[in-house]
């Protein structure tokens, strides 16, 4: 496993958090939303299912062999609104990715999705809707 | 700081209400020119999804080229400005006095009490506006797209009684009828395990529901109140929500799988429905 934490990346974090609202929980009641950190492995599976879909990603644990990660992300019928469809992640399947996100509190294998960067580089990206504004 | 983000979503809420509440309810109404051939106003078409989603946005990079998406949630939102031919409303429900306390014990426990979050059937009227109308001289059809299911209603509007046998089900019984250029549909017999709207809002088997559906110019305005005297002091009206027409067909809502409550160590949560 590879990660680091990125202290620039916590106003970030926290904007996203703030346009998280259809989530039926808050994201920090189960990942650390103060911490970013980011993961580089071979994306294994994606579950397209509500309430949000989930990206499985084996990555290099630090002491040797490969360990399985789970990122939850968005709820599919979000994400199709915006113009993404469950072949837009389906396609890297067996392809090395770089995901961005916030671990789980309880330590596991488990995170919140923000960014997903493909092997071609090509990147999805939740932001605040205040940054598409301006834009 | 997820307690500072709710509180703020709820100022911006009641504060619109509070200014259409002011400037609502003598308004003419705007009559869209479309009609049915047996004279009512056509409400058929394809409408807005209306069920909260992400307040975010999309940042997508594709071979270089940088675009940002995100999602109208205007349809579920209180209408910002007045809307012709709405009802007085307000913000929030009257419930007894003695049930007070659980409305916000329900409330502060939402994250693990509330079945919609955890792919349970909203129900009507948490459901809110149809995606899509089917408009028939005698029948109106609803069409949905929810994370629970991807619910149908068959509203008669020929002018027959409630059942009497039927089973209580999330959606209820619903007959329709016309007042003047507004769809009224009434609702009852409804199973008690939903909540009519986030915040705790629990009811009984004797919940009634009335949904008042209209034209403003091409949007469909849409309000909904509901009555239980069982636990509320008074039918309470909801603001009127603005519903865009929409070009995005409807689509099979993937399945619901929640896997989360087991990890939450606190309480937190933001608006949804």
């Given at each position: ?27 920090s ?21 509500n ?68 092997a ?16 | ?72 949630l ?39 009490l ?26 109106m ?6 994370a ?30 016309w ?49 239980d ?18 070009t ?23 608006l949804q429905?």
């Amino acid at each position: 496993m590879r990660y680091r934490i990125s202290s620039a990346l916590v106003a970030c974090a926290m904007l996203v958090a703030a346009g998280s609202a259809w989530a039926h929980h808050s994201p920090s009641s189960i990942f650390d939303m103060t911490k970013k950190f980011t993961l580089t492995g071979t994306l294994t599976e994606v579950e397209w299912v509500n309430p949000h879909i989930a990206v499985y990603i084996d990555a290099k644990k630090d002491g040797g062999g490969v360990e399985n990660w789970k990122f939850e992300s968005a709820p599919p019928s979000w994400l199709r609104r915006v113009g993404v469809n469950s072949a837009d992640f389906r396609k890297a399947i067996g392809q090395t990715v770089t995901v961005e996100g916030n671990r789980a509190k309880d330590g596991s294998t488990y995170g919140f999705l923000q960014k997903i960067t493909f092997a071609d580089g090509n990147s999805l990206e939740m932001v605040s809707p205040q940054l598409a504004d301006t834009h | 700081m997820a307690h500072r983000y709710v509180c703020a979503f709820a100022a911006v809420i009641l504060l619109g209400a509070s200014v259409a509440a002011q400037q609502s309810a003598s308004a003419p109404a705007t009559v869209d020119a479309r009609r049915t051939a047996d004279g009512h106003p056509d409400l058929s078409g394809i409408w807005a999804f209306s069920i909260a989603l992400p307040g975010g946005a999309l940042k997508k990079v594709e071979n270089g080229s940088v675009s940002y998406a995100q999602v109208d949630l205007s349809g579920r939102m209180p209408a910002k400005t007045p809307v012709p031919g709405a009802l007085p409303f307000t913000a929030a429900p009257s419930y007894k006095p003695e049930l007070q306390s659980k409305v916000k014990y329900l409330l502060d426990h939402e994250a693990k009490l509330d079945k919609a979050f955890f792919c349970g059937k909203p129900g009507v009227p948490r459901i809110g506006s149809p995606r899509q109308i089917i408009q028939l001289p005698n029948e109106m059809i609803f069409l949905y797209e929810d994370a629970s299911g991807d619910p149908y209603r068959i509203i008669y509007t020929d002018g027959r009684p409630h059942r009497a046998d039927a089973d209580p089900t999330y959606y209820g019984d619903s007959i329709g009828h016309w007042e003047g250029n507004t769809l009224v549909v009434d609702s009852t017999n409804f199973v008690e395990d939903t909540w009519f709207g986030e915040g705790g809002y629990f009811h009984t088997p004797t919940m009634h529901v009335i949904e008042r559906f209209w034209k403003v110019g091409d949007n469909l305005a849409y309000q909904i109140t509901v009555d239980d005297p069982n636990v509320l002091t008074e039918p309470w009206t909801q603001a009127p929500r603005i519903v865009k027409p929409s070009t995005e067909p409807l689509e099979e809502s993937p399945v619901c799988i929640e896997d989360d409550a087991h990890r939450m160590d606190n309480l937190d949560h933001h608006l949804q429905r």
